[in-house]
């Protein structure tokens, strides 16, 4: 008896119904070219290739604006610490300018004496000596 020849659904080609096999990834019935990969590629594998295609998240927004701001930031607070001590000669005092109120006082570096400006209360910025001549 011969095979019945029956459409293949993925490639619309007729072949012989008895080796019609069921395809795993589509789902569905295929001629045996199909099956063996040969026939044409099959819809839905393609589409799901081209849906995995990776795609890199978006960089967030304004990362490059960020990225300056805080370099500025950190070459103001380095000109502040330059302009806002000056050593007193002799005296283990320097001489402190408060950035907020530009109000001058001694100010005692190793024992951080004032805590903060005693004008204004503002915080002192860190001081290294090494920064001072
Ligand atoms: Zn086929
Ligand atoms: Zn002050």
């Known amino acids: 008896m011969m095979g019945v020849k029956a459409k293949c659904k993925n490639c619309g080609n007729d072949a012989i119904a008895d080796q019609f096999k069921l395809h795993n990834a589509l789902r569905m019935m295929v001629c045996p070219s199909c099956y063996s990969g040969k026939g044409p590629k099959a819809k839905e594998a393609t589409e799901n290739k081209v849906e995995s295609k990776p795609q890199g998240p978006p960089k967030p927004a304004g990362w490059d604006k960020e990225d300056d ?4 930031m950190v070459a103001i607070k380095k000109n ?3 302009s806002y001590f000056s050593r007193i000669a002799g ?10 109120c530009k109000y001058n006082f001694r100010y005692h570096p190793v024992k951080k004496m004032p805590p903060a ?6 915080d002192i910025p860190r001081l290294k ?5």
């Open 117 to 122: 400006c005693p004008y204004c209360n503002a």
């Open 129 to 133: 000596m090494s920064e001072l001549e």
């Open 80 to 82: 502040q610490n330059q």
């Open 69 to 72: 701001y805080l370099e500025r």
């Open 91 to 100: 005296t283990d005092f320097v001489k402190c300018t408060c950035s907020s």
